[in-house]
């Protein structure tokens, strides 16, 4: 149990596109949903946490209108790269904590890596 | 301020070696939670354990062992006999009671097996 599932897990785009990521909770209903950004070599930074049917709250020096986040059911979230850059590019993780659990534990995705051109 | 050092970037050892993963936290809370998660070249974080502050009973699950010393503020992880199959990137990460929303990460400790 506690499967998390992102799709792409891998995208390549041009400057000023956007990029949609999908996060989903398989076999479980996630109270929060978290989204991390990895550099090559790097530690997980956190960008946001998304609860359900309500607005993201990002970390600071996150850009809102750059990352877009929308958490429309218990089950899916999505990350958004609005125009993104050669700087977007980087490993994103998402994760989530079961609705269930007491623990609080977070369940990672696979991880989605953004290359814009 | 909330920190996690792991101080060793890489280590390289041959299989059947035993490995000590050291982890460092700073906190001012009093209630925590202490993680390890494994990230393999897939890049996908695999949770191992969770420990809170107020348990320091040593853990071991299989070949993973973990110290946990308040004393010290470490939360260690050691692999007997080591596999190939345990090549990957090992985070130690801490949350803190009034917001376990948000894990703090280490910067991570790459561990080569080699056979």
Redesign the interface.
């Known amino acids: 149990g506690a499967v998390v599932s992102q799709h792409p897990s891998r995208v390549i785009c041009k400057s000023g596109t956007s990029v949609k990521i999908e996060c989903r909770s398989l076999d479980f209903q996630a109270t ?1 949903m ?1 989204w991390y950004r990895q550099f090559p ?4 930074m ?1 960008m946001a ?1 998304s609860n359900e049917g309500s607005k993201a709250t990002y970390e600071q020096g996150v850009e809102k209108d750059k990352f877009l986040i929308n958490h429309a059911s218990l089950t899916l979230s999505t990350l958004t790269v609005t125009s993104a850059h050669p700087e977007d590019s980087s ?1 994103y ?1 998402c ?1 989530a ?1 079961h609705k269930r659990e007491s ?9 989605t ?1 953004l290359t814009v051109l | 301020a909330q920190k996690v050092t792991q101080a060793q970037t890489e280590i390289s050892v041959v299989e059947k070696e035993d490995v000590t993963l050291d982890c460092v936290y700073e906190t001012r809370d009093t209630t925590y939670y202490l993680f390890w998660y494994k990230q393999p070249p897939s890049g996908e974080l695999v949770f191992l354990i969770r420990r809170n502050s107020f348990d320091e009973q040593n853990e071991i699950s299989g070949r993973y062992s973990w110290n946990f010393q308040k004393s010290t503020s470490s939360f260690n992880f050691t692999i007997t006999a080591s596999q190939v199959v345990d090549s990957a990137v090992y985070f130690c990460a801490l949350s803190e009671a009034y917001n376990t929303d948000k894990l703090i990460f280490g910067t991570g400790t790459r561990l080569q097996v080699f056979p």
């Open positions: 929060t978290f070599k790097k530690s997980l956190l946490t490993f993780i994760s904590t623990t609080d534990t977070q369940y990672f995705g696979p991880g890596r």
